[in-house]
Structures are given as C-alpha cells and as structure tokens.
C-alpha cells in the first residue's frame, strides 16, 4: 500500500468511543462484505461520531457493485426497501426509526436548474478519493470501514475536523448545488467551525450567481431550522447569512436575542414547529411588511406556520387583564412571553402571574358560558344564541365576575 494512502488511514483506536452501529445493519454489511462488495460509513454519521455527537441517520457507499439491483436484492433479503432517491442511485432503508441510506459510487454533473437535474453515472470501481469528490466539505468526506475499524480520509477532513475548518473539496463539483451555501453557514454555527477564506469566496460567488433563487423553500427551510434547533450559538449563522448577504432583511440587532431564546428552549420538551416560529418570528420583529413577506415567500409555503408567524408578531404584551384575555383568544400566551424574555423584556412577572391566574397561559380563554348553559337557562336554540354567548364572554373579559353572575346577567338582558 502506499505511503500517502497509509498515511490516510487513521486506526479508530485514536478516538475515545466506538462507532455504534445498530443492530440491524450489522446483518446487512456482512452479508454486503460475503458478496465482494464493500461497505463503508460516510457522510454526516462519520462527522458526527468524531464530534460526539448523536448520530441519527447513517449513509452508507458500498463499492465493487455492477447496479443497484445487486444491492438491492441484498437489502431485500433483510427489509424493506424503500425507493427515494433511485435516480441518484440510493437506496433507503428504515428500522426502529433510524434512517439508512445505501448509494453507489457516483460522479454528477448538473444539467438544469433545479436540485434534481444531474446527470448521474454510478461506478462499480470507483476509487474512495474519486467517489468523495462530489462531496461538499473535507469533514464531511471521511470513510469508516467497519471491518478494518479505521478512517478512510481522502482530503483531510479530520484534520478540519481539529482545526474546526469549513473547506470545499472540489470546486467545480462545488458549486453545482446552492443549498451548499446554506450548508456551510449551518455547520459553521452548529459546530463553531470557520469557514475557510477560499470557501467563503466560492460561498459569496455562488451567492452574487443568483444561483440561490433556484433553491426549493423546503431546503431552505430544512438548513435554517437546523440552524436554529442544533446550534447553541445560532447567532453564529445568522452573522454569516447577513455578511454573504443571503437575505434582504439583516439580523443585526436580533443576535442576542435569538441566543437567548436558544438558552431558554434548551432544557425544554417544546415541539419543533413551535420552537420554529419563535425564532422567525424574532427574526422579523420590527421589521417591513413588505420585507416581511418576501422573507416568509422564500423559507415556507406551510399557511399554519406562516399565520402564525403573522400572529404573533402584531402582538404585543399588556399588563392588563383584559388585553392578556382577548389576546389569549388569539395567540398562545406563553409564546410571547418566550419572545420578550429572549429581548430581555424584564417586567413579566405580573404578567405571567395573571396569565396562571386566569389559566391562559398556554390555551385560550375558556369561556364560562357555553351553549348548554343557555339550554339550562331555559332559551331555545335561536340565532340569538350567538349574541348570547358573545356578550357572556365580553362580560367574562371585562368584568372579573364568575359564572353564576354571568347567567343573572344574561336572564336580565335577553330575557323580554
Ligand atoms: N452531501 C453533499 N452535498 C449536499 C448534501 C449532502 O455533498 N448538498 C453529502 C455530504 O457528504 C453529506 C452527505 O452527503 O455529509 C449526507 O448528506 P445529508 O444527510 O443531507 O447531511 P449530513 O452531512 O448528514 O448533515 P446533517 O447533520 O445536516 O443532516
């Protein structure tokens, strides 16, 4: 074997843990490895690993296959197949929630406009080093074979992996996929990595090509909420997307802020969405309409995400009871309490104590006159009902009352 290709190998023994495979996938490689083919961990699962990071889905290249079919007929053998990504030459497979994604060894070239037009040629005798350079970043190009326990690692990624670098692998490959931009910018805020100096360029060409408009709002979407739910520092992110220029609206101003609100949900079981529309929603604070709504038309077509978005940011917090009841009925409560601690609004404790008083806080207020009251009442079902329930709840807003003051009321307006 070579010096240089010695050289590359790298004994996992250096690194502290083992890389754990699920169960399931053991079966599946040896059988891959009696057939002469050969399998090798690649991508995010090696990157992650070497962090210390949780590792949640696993791509996998298997070399020496002459098409897809052979592949599949192993992966068959064991489960389900499942078809995405055919086109590309990529087989996916799910157990126990765990997502695999077996792929040939490719070259692509770009032949349109969106992310699905490559031409893709698969190589059943592809070199590593060949095979890696469609990749996007040396970190994410290092190789483990499971059988030898060692690193493969054809442009130094783990050495970028120490020095915490961004850095392209081939440029010509490159910039053949925008969303990379995004890419780079996420990783640099979820790992506290640099880019480096040559790849911010090539990011800022890609950026002045407008090849960026060509990118699906789902991608888009896909990085920024990576950004947001697995940095601790989003800020980091948000600093490269406003010096490459990526958006019309800059973030300035709203960096601590949005670290804040990352510090606040770290500890907490808070659904993903909602975390979400939280940090657009300080994001766009104070910002144009119009800009606005240019920014939203770029990252999601998603009517429930987006109005709630539209919601919150036409709210502000009262310290009244009235004002925190009728907002209730339109906003979750809680949300923009989380929002003006994130800017450091310091005088919410009287806020949040009417809120609990009221049970607000996270659901709307509940009425204390419904329908079957008005039955019990002794009233008929009639469009005077409406009315009825409305001027109950009103009553219930303004007035600090309870329910049995409410229905003498109602008796002593509707009754003729
Ligand atoms: N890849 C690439 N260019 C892209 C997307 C993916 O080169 N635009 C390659 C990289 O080698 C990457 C691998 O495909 O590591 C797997 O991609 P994906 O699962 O999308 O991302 P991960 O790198 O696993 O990162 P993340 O943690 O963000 O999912």
Do not use: W
């Not at 929630?97 to 032949?111: A, Y």
């Not at 031409?119 to 059988?147: C, P």
């Not at 990252?299 to 907002?327: A, H, P, R, T, V």
């Amino acid at each position: 074997m070579k010096l240089e290709l010695l050289l590359l190998i790298q004994k996992i023994s250096l690194y502290k843990q083992t890389f754990n495979i699920p169960n399931f996938l053991i079966g599946i490689l040896e059988d891959l490895k009696n057939s002469s083919y050969k399998p090798y961990f690649v991508g995010g699962c090696v990157r992650d690993f070497l962090l210390n990071k949780e590792i949640k889905d696993f791509d996998i290249e298997v070399f020496g296959l002459n098409s897809l079919e052979e592949l599949r007929t192993i992966l068959e053998k064991h489960t389900k197949v499942i078809e995405v990504g055919k086109t590309f030459g990529v087989l996916k497979i799910e157990e126990n929630g765990i997502e695999c994604d077996f792929s040939i060894p490719r070259v692509e070239k770009k032949v349109g406009k969106t992310h699905k037009s490559f031409e893709v040629k698969l190589f059943s005798d592809l070199s590593i080093k060949k095979a890696a350079k469609r990749r996007d970043f040396t970190i994410n190009a290092i190789y483990y074979d499971y059988f030898k326990n060692s690193f493969i690692d054809p442009f130094l990624g783990l050495k970028d992996l120490k020095k915490r670098k961004i850095r392209y692998i081939d440029k010509k490959s490159f910039v053949e996929d925008s969303l990379r931009v995004f890419r780079a910018i996420g990783f640099a805020s979820r790992f506290n990595f640099k880019i480096t100096k040559k790849t911010k360029h090539l990011l800022k060409d890609i950026v002045k090509s407008d090849e960026l408009d060509n990118l699906s709002r789902e991608r888009v979407f896909e990085e920024l909420k990576k950004l947001f739910l697995k940095s601790k520092k989003p800020s980091i992110g948000l600093k490269l997307l406003d010096e490459l220029k990526i958006f019309k609206i800059s973030f300035f101003g709203k960096y601590r802020a949005i670290n804040r609100l990352s510090k606040i949900l770290e500890n907490r079981e808070f659904e993903e969405k909602r975390a979400l529309v939280l940090f657009f929603t300080i994001l766009l604070r104070g910002e144009k309409e119009d800009e606005v709504l240019e920014f939203l038309s770029k990252i999601s077509c998603d009517k429930k995400f987006l109005s709630s978005i539209n919601s919150l940011l036409k709210e502000s917090l009262e310290d009244d009871y009235i004002s925190l009841k009728k907002q209730s009925l339109r906003v979750v409560l809680e949300d923009l309490i989380l929002i003006e601690l994130a800017f450091k609004n310091k005088n919410l404790s009287s806020i949040i104590k009417k809120c609990e008083e009221f049970d607000i806080l996270n659901r709307a207020l509940k009425p204390h006159i419904m329908g079957v009251d008005l039955l019990e009442l002794g009233f008929s079902p009639s469009c005077d009902f409406r009315n009825m329930l409305n001027f109950a709840l009103d009553l219930q807003i303004r007035e600090n009352i309870s329910k049995e003051e409410i229905k003498s009321s109602i008796l002593k307006n509707f009754v003729k």
